[in-house]
T-cell receptor
Framework: DAKTTQPPSMDCAEGRAANLPCNHSTISGNEYVYWYRQIHSQGPQYIIHGLKNNETNEMASLIITEDRKSSTLILPHATLRDTAVYYCIVSYRGKLIFGQGTELSVKP | DVKVTQSSRYLVKRTGEKVFLECVQDMDHENMFWYRQDPGLGLRLIYFSYDVKMKEKGDIPEGYSVSREKKERFSLILESASTNQTSMYLC???????????FGQGTRLTVV
């Protein structure tokens, strides 16, 4: 079973920041938090991952709470091409169990 | 760029046929995975492999087997295809060191 909880859907205005939350209250000490997204009819795409510290790359930022029980993926300037299903996954050694994810709709 | 290549994008097979879905990765990753994706059910893990000749069952292994004779190649086998195995099949590979997995483009299998 997936060990994360995400809202089923969210809207975001184009050009604004998209903040996608994820709860993972049962995360264990050696599990990473991963974020993927899937654009319709394509395979999932890796976005970012983290263990304890906040992370940033060219695609997004990942904010992990100090107790590691929740995290937020931030797309700083959402575009229409960011419309996708976003999955938050906790994993040790790379085994990925997907939940239902959040369907993000970026609107003009 | 990392490449995970699945042998077919679309496949149509008959009920009862033995079906092989092939996946090759070029990143020397230890981990490889097979998922199926169905509307309303999301991505479900069928099998995964942590190393050559090693495999573990995922959430829905029934009706499937796998083979990993070489590090770069992971095959999913449907011993006797059935119509309820009509689905999108996705292969992925990753390093166990915590980095993200990379997915192939998927094989849409139709069993008639």
């Amino acid at each position: 079973d997936a060990k994360t909880t995400q809202p089923p859907s969210m809207d975001c205005a184009e050009g604004r920041a998209a903040n996608l939350p994820c709860n993972h209250s049962t995360i264990s000490g050696n599990e990473y938090v991963y974020w993927y997204r899937q654009i319709h009819s394509q395979g999932p795409q890796y976005i970012i991952h983290g263990l304890k510290n906040n992370e940033t790359n060219e695609m997004a930022s990942l904010i992990i709470t100090e107790d590691r029980k929740s995290s937020t993926l931030i797309l700083p300037h959402a575009t229409l091409r960011d419309t996708a299903v976003y999955y938050c996954i906790v994993s040790y050694r790379g085994k990925l169990i997907f939940g239902q994810g959040t369907e993000l709709s970026v609107k003009p | 760029d990392v490449k995970v290549t699945q042998s077919s994008r679309y496949l149509v097979k008959r009920t009862g046929e033995k079906v092989f879905l092939e996946c090759v990765q070029d990143m020397d990753h230890e981990n490889m995975f097979w998922y199926r994706q169905d509307p309303g059910l999301g991505l479900r893990l069928i099998y995964f492999s942590y190393d050559v000749k090693m495999k573990e069952k995922g959430d829905i292994p029934e009706g499937y087997s796998v083979s990993r004779e070489k590090k770069e190649r992971f095959s999913l086998i449907l011993e006797s295809a059935s119509t309820n195995q009509t689905s999108m099949y996705l292969c992925a590979s990753s390093s166990p060191l915590g980095w993200g997995a990379f997915f192939g483009q998927g094989t849409r299998l139709t069993v008639v």
